[in-house]
């Protein structure tokens, strides 16, 4: 399983930005898939997901009302959608997929992509 992030940047408090995932050749819905990220200094967080089958929504609490996650199976890409940036949003962010679940411990990992939120 190969996946590959895009859309980072800088990016001024207060803006948005748009985070892809690009996963050719599986079926998205096969998978627990989704977005975690690593500030400096800090531990890998997941940031939302999707469940395997049911395709069922996490959102961490703490970031709810401002990023939401979606896919396009027909391009096989995750997104995540950021708005109302803040400094403490500043770090790599990874897509990865499971087999089975959605967790820390997922099973592939794509290059991360950095965020840098400027005060």
């Known amino acids: 399983v190969q996946l590959q992030a895009s859309g980072g940047g800088l990016v001024q408090s207060g803006g948005s930005l748009r985070l892809s995932c690009a996963a050719p050749g599986i079926t998205l819905a096969d998978y627990a898939i989704g977005w975690f990220h690593q500030a400096p200094g800090k531990e890998r967080e997941a940031v939302a997901c999707?469940?395997?089958?049911?395709?069922?929504?996490y959102v961490a609490d703490r970031l709810r009302g401002r990023f939401a996650i979606s896919r396009d199976s027909s391009k096989n890409t995750l997104y995540l959608q950021m708005n109302n940036l803040g400094p403490e949003d500043t770090a790599v962010y990874y897509c990865?997929?499971?087999?089975?679940?959605?967790?820390?411990?997922?099973?592939?990992w794509g290059k991360g992509t950095q965020v840098t939120v400027s005060s």
């Open positions: 990865a997929a499971d087999k089975d679940f959605c967790y820390l411990g997922m099973d592939y």
């Open positions: 999707f469940s395997k089958g049911n395709g069922a929504k």
